[in-house]
């Protein structure tokens, strides 16, 4: 959605998070796979392949340095990775309560995100349910 504001290391570095975010829940789920692969298309890079998984501390620390409004991007996004199966487990939220501290990014400000992510995923699927009635 916001992902065409990051520049291209940006937008690489996010890709990575967010195949790496998939996997915290042990597995890489089919809502979760569709996800990623509109974030590819949105970065315009459709054949996109995580090849840094080991370097997530590394990914993590650059992004750091970006702006607040990056920051904050990627976590809007973020969430909608992790929430394409519309939980967020105990594995994820630690991930994502550390890249908030990271971020420097306070709690409230997390909490809304998500909240806000849920709205707008139940909006789409209430939007989908009134086109197929």
């Not at 991930?95 to 909240?115: A, G, H, P």
Request: hydrophobic residues 40%.
């Amino acid at each position: 959605m916001y992902l065409d504001l990051l520049d291209k290391k940006e937008q690489e570095n996010f890709l990575e998070l967010a195949r790496y975010a998939m996997g915290l829940n042990g597995e890489h789920k089919e809502e979760e796979e569709e996800v990623l692969t509109g974030f590819k298309n949105e970065c315009e890079m459709p054949e996109y392949k995580a090849h840094r998984q080991e370097d997530i501390k590394k990914i993590i620390f650059d992004l750091k340095g970006s702006t607040k409004k990056v920051k904050k991007i990627v976590m809007i996004e973020l969430f909608g990775i992790l929430l394409a199966d519309g939980e967020v487990c105990s594995n994820e939220a630690k991930f994502v309560d550390m890249l908030s501290e990271e971020f420097r990014i306070k709690e409230f400000e997390v909490k809304r995100i998500q909240r806000w992510v849920e709205a707008m995923n139940d909006l789409f699927a209430e939007g989908v349910e009134l086109i197929n009635r």
